[in-house]
């Protein structure tokens, strides 16, 4: 079968958008290719489709573990515009006109996925403009990556509150959510899921002390993003270093 390489390249860099995402399990099911991925410290988790409509003569042919998402990811970026997929056992090429490269696949059985859904009851998302979403992340890197992100929303506006020992952050923007609701991300993995949208608009999902989750499409890729939250306080490793 054969895939468009643009498509294919943005699939990969999805599902590999945080360096401690390093391995997959890929599903060439009857409807698409998905891939639910897990950060190695089950901070950030990512399920990625891949519509079948990027493909040529598809083939389902099932599971495949891949242990280095990055090499993948380094070769797909060689080709120009098709890379041809060919499975024989634990053998699979990616070729295109003289260029071929070979690689031996993983068992499934033995890499870990993220959870199918989170079985939350979240309730209304809320539309966020990627472009203000990208804006508001440029402010909270000049954090440190062990701060703590604090998302309150009360009365039609999200406030993004980060406070460390002589910094501080308050930036708010107006939403259509008329709930109240306040959760902690550690800066770091929040500024790892912005990075990677590349829409227009998200839709984000939050409850109080759980996980966020994102959902983004563009083009023939669907994308959900969650993030672990934090408990607020809670004291990281960096700050028992400095007492100690």
Known sequence: MEVNKKDFQEFLEKISYDRRMTEAIIDFN??????RVLSKDSQLWICTK???????NYKAIGKIGVKDIAYIKD?????????????????MSLKEE??????????????????????????????IDVKELNDINADIKL???DSNLIIDISNG???????????????????DSKETKRVAFQ???????????????????IMSDAPMKIEEATGLIYSELVVAPVMEGEVTQKEVEEEE
């Open 30 to 35: 009857e409807e698409e290719i998905k891939s």
């Open 50 to 56: 891949l519509n079948k409509g990027a493909f040529k």
């Open 75 to 91: 070769v797909s970026k060689r080709f120009s515009k098709i890379v041809k997929i060919n499975l024989k056992k634990n053998i």
């Open 98 to 127: 003289s260029k071929e490269f070979i690689t031996t696949v993983a068992d499934p059985d033995f890499i870990a996925e993220a959870p199918e859904n989170l079985k939350l009851e979240y309730g209304e998302p809320i539309i």
């Open 143 to 145: 954090f440190p990556d």
């Open 157 to 175: 506006e999200i406030k993004f509150v980060i406070e460390s020992k002589q910094d501080k952050l308050i930036r708010g923007i107006k939403c």
């Open 187 to 205: 800066v770091a993995n929040f500024k790892s899921m912005v990075n990677t949208l590349s829409g227009e608009k998200v839709k984000m999902y």
